[in-house]
């Protein structure tokens, strides 16, 4: 079985999109141009004939063409009838759901003229090199029987580098890639696949408790046994926040003087900025759990974080920008690829209880001062606080620990680290590690 990217899977096979830009070095552009509108003349026929109930195979047959490579036709057909597939499975949902009014689903169209993207099989359709003068992923495509496009593929250091892993590991399988175009520039997507062994929360022996708020996320990892501290981070986005802010308020002002293209354009940089902000801060949470042997990551339910703050109108939209499901999905997605477990705990009064004692309390500021004076404990950032009680319900979860037991006054002193919006947001700098490269600076 095969799990798409924002799926968490156990013992199974995981496959994700690596994007890229292609740099053509040799070979005509129009015949990647040809070959998209061919995909789509393919991908229109595939799903005329499977209404008129042909089957796969007789599909292949009856779509065969001399202007493409037959490798690549089943390729495209067998996503075009993926797309049905899931058409069929939505329809069937629609007729039996009680709502008449919902939008039933519409067929996926077949009158369509503009292109289709490229998909085509890894040695066949296309096939990948590794360069090793200049550590280039080379890239050779068959758009047309005796044609090719050669050239290498550019990205992000890391996602290259992850390309490059890929490429040279037995356990890795590169699979279909898709050929995309987009404002003059082309790119393939290329799938690659693993197969994960995610151990069980239960077999953990740090947790790692992850709280998020809009102003930063506080990771704490506790030894199971012990209960002790062994480290403590904060990532602070607040900077990041102010250019959301100033994304949404500039995108707003386009927005009520019509301009329409203007307000469209910031809309999908803000949205890649998000973007990019929650995969920095996700990979520096699974970069801070890996650290210590055995962990687990566990965030808050969502939905009981909705119940816990009352926010104002302008929290309410942050809440919904911020997408912190999202955030949830892309440190899942990470920690199954390191083949980390991830485990989610009620989200009950978290960050107003005292991690020492238990006693309900409240943050002064940044602090986080305990009422209670037979405890008195002050934590030196707030947000910790929460992560500690979020790791702790974790102990309760796996150890079934309902004594008065928490954890130790003395704590390490909060590292706190800072991500920086640069605004960049169409080359944003790229890190392998988040600190070393000065994306998070020290604060
Ligand atoms: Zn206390």
Redesign the pocket.
Known sequence: MTVWIDCQSVGEEATKTIQTRLHIASGERSWLHDARLASREIFNDTIHLTQQGYTRTKIQKEVDRDDFLRNNKCAVVGKALQTWDSYQSLKEWWENQDDPDGGKPTPPSTDKSGAYPLVMAHTEGYRLTVDDDSNRVQVRISPKPYKKVKGHLRGEPDVMDELRDALASEEVDVGQAELLYRDGVYYLHVTVTREFNVPEPDTSDTLVGVDINERNVALTALDRDTMRTKGTLVLDYGQVKQERQRYHTITKRCQEHGKTSVYRKLGGKEERFTEWVLHRLSRAVVEFAEQFPNPVIVFEDMEGIREEMQYGSYMNRRLHKLPFHKFEKFVSYKATWRELPTDAVDAYYNSKT?S??G?RGDRQGRRFR?P?DE?G?VQDHADRNASVNIAWREKVKLDDNNTNYRTHKTQPQVRLVRLSGSGRVSRPPSSRSLAEQGVLAHG
Do not use: P, Q, S
């Open positions: 005292c020492c004692c006693e305990c209670n405890c404990v």
